[in-house]
C-alpha cells in the first residue's frame, strides 16, 4: 500500500492527509457550557481548525470524573457551530456511535479503544470519519491492522494518530514514537496525526514536540487546551493555557509554512 491509496479526507472545508495541514484543540474534557465556549473562541481566534473535547471519558480510575456524556456532547457541537470549527469527540461503544455521530464529525476511537472490534465494526457502518488512536502497547502493525478492520467493513476515511506508548521511561506520561508517523503513513496510505500532550503528559514539552511532529510530515496535531489548566477536571498538567495555545500556533508556524510547500510539490509530483 502507498501513500496515494486513499483519497484525502474531507471534514468541513479541509482535506486531511491532502494539503491541509489541521489542528485540533480544545479541552481534554467538555466541563461546562462557560468552559467549552470560552475555549472554542480562544482557539477559533488563535487559527485553529478543529475543535476536540471529550464527553463520554475512558478514565483509568472509577472514581475520576467520567464526562458528561450526552449532555457534554450537544455542548460541543454548540460551541463548533458557534465558532465555525467541526468537533471530535471520542465514542467508547458500539451502543453510543449512532449518537456521537450524530453530534460529530470526526468520531474519536481511544487509546484504549484501539482493539474494540465491536467497536471498530460499528465505526466502519457510521458515515463519519475516524480518528484512531494508537493503543498504549501496540505495535504499528496492530494498529494498521484495526485500521483495516474499518477500512475493510465499509469506512475509508480512517485518520491515525501517534499519542505515545508505554516503555521504562517514567519522566513523560508516554514515549512519543515519532517515527511511527512517517511509517504508518507509507505502511497505510492513511493521513497520521500527532497527539503531542498525551505523549509526553508536561505541558512544557507539548510545543517542541509538536514543531518536530510537523516537522517529520505528520498530517495534524490535537492537542489540549484549558482556560485554567490548573483547575481542569482532567488532565490540567497537559493542557495549554489560551496564551500558551497561541504561542504553540506561532511556533508551528514557520514548519508549517515549509510542510505545505512540500506537501503542494509532493502531490503535484504524484499528480502529474
Ligand atoms: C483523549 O484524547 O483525551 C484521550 C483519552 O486520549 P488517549 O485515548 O490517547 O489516552
Ligand atoms: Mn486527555
Not at 9 to 19: A, D, K, M, N, Q
Not at 134 to 163: D, K, Q, W
Not at 188 to 193: A, D, E, K, M
Not at 207 to 233: F, M, N
Request: charged share 20%; net charge negative.
Amino acid at each position: 500500500m502507498t501513500r496515494e491509496t486513499y483519497a484525502p479526507i474531507r471534514v468541513g472545508r479541509y482535506e486531511i492527509g491532502g494539503t491541509d495541514f489541521v489542528v485540533m484543540a480544545g479541552p481534554c474534557a467538555v466541563e461546562t457550557e462557560r468552559q467549552v465556549m470560552r475555549t472554542a473562541a480562544a482557539v477559533a481566534r488563535a487559527g485553529a481548525n478543529i475543535l476536540r473535547g471529550g464527553a463520554f471519558k475512558p478514565r483509568t480510575s472509577p472514581y475520576a470524573f467520567q464526562g458528561l456524556g450526552l449532555d457534554g456532547l450537544k455542548l460541543l457541537a454548540r460551541a463548533g457551530s458557534e465558532f465555525g470549527l467541526p468537533v471530535i469527540t471520542e465514542v467508547m461503544s458500539d451502543a453510543q456511535v449512532d449518537v456521537v455521530a450524530e453530534y460529530a464529525d470526526i468520531l474519536q476511537i481511544g487509546s484504549r479503544s484501539m482493539e474494540n472490534f465491536a467497536l471498530l465494526y460499528a465505526v466502519a457502518r457510521s458515515n463519519r470519519p475516524i480518528l484512531l488512536k494508537r493503543g498504549m502497547t501496540a505495535t504499528v502493525e496492530e494498529m494498521a491492522a484495526s485500521a483495516r478492520f474499518v477500512i475493510e467493513n465499509g469506512n475509508p476515511n480512517v485518520i491515525l494518530c501517534e499519542r505515545g506508548i508505554r516503555t521504562f521511561g517514567t519522566a513523560t506520561r508516554n514515549t512519543c514514537d515519532i517515527v511511527a508517523i512517517p511509517l504508518l503513513q507509507k505502511m497505510t496510505g492513511l493521513p497520521v496525526i500527532l497527539d503531542p500532550s498525551h505523549a509526553t503528559g508536561v505541558r512544557d514539552l507539548i510545543t517542541p514536540l509538536a514543531r518536530a511532529g510537523v516537522a517529520i510530515g505528520a498530517d495534524g496535531l490535537i492537542v489540549e487546551v484549558h482556560p485554567d489548566p490548573q483547575a481542569a477536571w482532567s488532565d490540567g498538567e497537559q493542557s495549554l493555557s489560551f496564551t500558551d495555545f497561541e504561542e504553540f500556533m506561532r511556533e508551528i508556524e514557520p514548519i508549517r509554512e515549509i510542510w505545505r510547500d512540500q506537501r503542494v510539490g509532493a502531490m503535484a509530483a504524484c499528480a502529474s
